[in-house]
Nanobody, 127 residues
Framework: QVQLVESGGGLVQAGGSLRLSCAAS????????MGWFRQAPGKEREFVAAVARSGGRTYYADSANGRFTIFRDNAENTVYLRMNSLKPEDTAVYYC????????????????????WGQGTQVTVSS
């Protein structure tokens, strides 16, 4: 089992940047594929980005591609989401998610594929 704690959210102007962090408990972080999702008010939770347990493969939603970067530090048990060129429509609660897997290159993209979730961190982008 793993526990996830997100941090790094906040208020930023359009065009600005933020880096979200997700710290995971436990000693087997490298066994988990990791993802970021977000949920805006009145909308369903949506996929943002994911990284394989090896860190060698990533996948992004179209809305994030080219602006966001997901990366992980297995030594620090942390996954990050670097967000650049932020837009007001990026405003949401951002959630970190994890799933244990034996597949080194699997990049899960659906919320139902993940077993563990953090509490979320609010990102607000002002225009």
């Amino acid at each position: 089992q793993v526990q996830l704690v997100e941090s790094g959210g906040g208020l930023v102007q359009a065009g600005g940047s933020l880096r979200l962090s997700c710290a995971a408990s436990g000693r087997t972080f490298s066994s988990y594929a990791m993802g970021w999702f977000r949920q805006a008010p009145g909308k369903e939770r949506e996929f943002v980005a994911a990284v394989a347990r090896s860190g060698g493969r990533t996948y992004y939603a179209d809305s994030a591609n080219g602006r966001f970067t997901i990366f992980r530090d297995n030594a620090e048990n942390t996954v990050y989401l670097r967000m650049n060129s932020l837009k007001p429509e990026d405003t949401a609660v951002y959630y970190c998610a994890a799933v244990e897997t034996g597949r080194f290159s699997w990049v899960p993209k659906s919320s139902w594929e993940y077993d563990y979730w953090g509490q979320g961190t609010q990102v607000t982008v002002s225009s």
